[in-house]
Nanobody, 125 residues
């Protein structure tokens, strides 16, 4: 079992920045690849970014490339999503997820094995 706890969400003006954190725990948490998804009201879960522990493999949704950066801190078992130049369309609940490495870059929510409770990000115009 892997537990994921997100933090760092909040309200920010367009053009601002936020850093989301995801603390992972569990006996096998480091064997999973990690990802961030988001879900806006009335919409499906949307892939944002993914990474393997150590950062060898990363992937991003096209619309966040150059604005968002995913990273890991293996000593802290924590995954980060640094978000800059935020836009109102980035408003959503952001979820940290864990998936088997085979599915590292998969954009599909159903390829996740574990996920956290989510953290709200609201970008005002």
């Amino acid at each position: 079992q892997v537990q994921l706890v997100e933090s760092g969400g909040g309200l920010v003006q367009a053009g601002g920045s936020l850093r989301l954190s995801c603390a992972a725990s569990g006996r096998t948490s480091s064997t999973y690849a990690m990802a961030w998804f988001r879900q806006a009201p009335g919409k499906e879960h949307e892939f944002v970014s993914a990474i393997t522990w150590g950062g060898r493999t990363t992937s991003y949704k096209d619309s966040v490339k150059g604005r968002f950066t995913i990273s890991t801190d293996s000593a802290k078992n924590t995954v980060y999503l640094q978000m800059s130049s935020l836009k109102p369309e980035d408003t959503a609940v952001y979820y940290c997820t864990a998936r088997t490495p085979y599915y590292t870059s998969s954009p599909l929510w159903e390829d996740n094995t574990y996920w956290g409770q989510g953290t709200q990000v609201t970008v005002s115009s």
